[in-house]
């Protein structure tokens, strides 16, 4: 149900039978119209496990109509709540609280007064009477919030919570879940791939811890700079079969499976593939819902895209990333691509470029070895043109003598 924030004196609220959540974009409380207005004995609202704290917890005197507890979230999340970003359906903010009330005798009231004041040490609290569950959604785009309560005691009239499931809720701690992308060649099960010839086929495989369960959405194809081709749309569906399926969930709903053939961009050898994961715990009713796949097996035209080189390369028109895409984390995998014959001409390449380079080491050897020869031609001809001036001078100086 949509949630605002209630005034005290709204008569409206003491008609109320079950608990209200207070939930906003900067808070999140409780009010809990007392069913025991005619008690003589005061009451205590508190954070479970800040009882201590006395921003934490509420105070109310005997034959108080309604109870509240408002913890304000300007300044972090204070007294354990528990916060967790939503990105399906709708990008938002999701927050929850555990709260008691309590009963407590008139001279606990005046110290808890007291404490609120500043004056003494809050004495333990003890005997928990009822126990609440607050759960808000805050969505942003919208400026909406909702909320609900779940009441964990033996009270009719109010929502329960299965035993078994209270204590499956109460050992999960709220926090993001482990989730990963991979791409395997051969099989499911095969190595992760990394380099991969076009045409190949390759399994996509996404997977959440077993806790949850996953809804894989709003996938693209990018080359890692400004071009890129949504393959799944925000529905979780593919927008073009003949580049990728539907992702199948098969019996076991925190892993999605996906076979495809490898493409790519016409101007890149690598492709990145961008997805958003959707995951919500199981024992939640509402998961299997929300997770639940609704696709038709069927090629949309509007999203059809051109193919070259028998539809492994993809040709976009419009391609640049929109700003109107939410800045929100994505599982990204690479992939660096071939043509299907340059593997086929590698060895062919590196033979070539053997003989290539044994051709130019002889050449090498050839070169030095007339380098050589030259070098001792011109040494014995230096030698003989030497033998021959210094003869020609001897037969002067001879004729010389003689005459």
Same mark, same amino acid.
């Given at each position: ?161 299965? !035993?078994?499931?209270?204590? !499956? ?160 984390? !994505? ?33 090498? !050897? ?38």
């Amino acid at each position: 149900m949509k949630i605002s924030k209630f005034p005290l004196t709204d008569q409206k609220l003491l008609t109320q039978k079950s608990p209200i959540p207070i939930c906003s974009s900067d808070s999140i409380g409780i009010l809990i119209p007392n069913p025991e207005v005619l008690s003589d004995l005061p009451f205590i609202i508190y954070a479970n496990g800040y009882e201590e704290q006395p921003k934490c917890l509420q105070p109310f005197p005997p034959g108080s109509p309604l109870l509240r507890l408002e913890i304000l979230l300007k300044f972090g999340f204070p007294c354990g709540v528990n916060k967790r970003r939503m990105v399906f359906p709708r990008v938002g903010l999701e927050y929850s609280l555990r709260v008691l009330l309590n009963h407590i005798d008139k001279n606990e009231f005046q110290v808890h007064m007291n404490r609120i004041n500043g004056f003494q040490k809050l004495p333990k609290i003890q005997n928990n009477q009822r126990i609440f569950d607050i759960h808000c959604q805050y969505f942003s785009d919208i400026n909406q919030t909702v909320g609900q309560v779940l009441e964990i005691s033996a009270v009719t009239g109010t929502l329960m919570v299965d !035993k078994s499931v209270d204590e !499956k809720l109460s050992s999960t701690k709220i926090h993001q879940p482990e989730c990963k992308y991979t791409i395997h060649s051969n099989s499911v099960d095969g190595p992760v791939a990394d380099k991969v010839k076009l045409g190949d086929r390759v399994f996509h495989r996404w997977r959440c811890d077993e806790r949850y369960a996953l809804k894989v959405y709003r996938c693209y194809a990018t080359d890692g700079r400004n071009r890129e081709h949504q393959i799944i749309n925000d529905q979780g569906c593919s927008t073009d079969t003949s580049l990728m399926p539907h992702p199948q969930y098969i019996d076991n709903p925190s892993q999605a499976l996906a076979s495809s053939r490898v493409f790519r961009f016409n101007s890149s050898s690598r492709i990145f593939f961008d997805c958003l994961l959707y995951a919500c715990l199981k024992i939640d009713p509402e998961c299997r819902r929300t997770t639940q796949q609704k696709c038709i097996s069927r090629i949309s035209s509007r999203n059809t895209y051109k193919f070259q080189r028998q539809k492994r390369e993809i040709t976009s028109n419009s391609e640049m990333i929109s700003s109107e895409r939410p800045q929100i984390d !994505k599982l990204t995998v690479r992939l660096d691509t071939v043509e299907a014959n340059e593997e086929n001409n590698d060895k062919s390449t590196e033979c070539k470029l053997r003989s290539a380079l044994e051709y130019s080491q002889k050449a090498v !050897k050839a070169l030095t070895l007339l380098n050589l020869v030259s070098l001792l031609t011109a040494v014995l001809l230096g030698f003989a043109l030497c033998c021959l001036k210094r003869r020609s001078n001897n037969k002067i100086i001879i004729s010389s003598l003689t005459g």
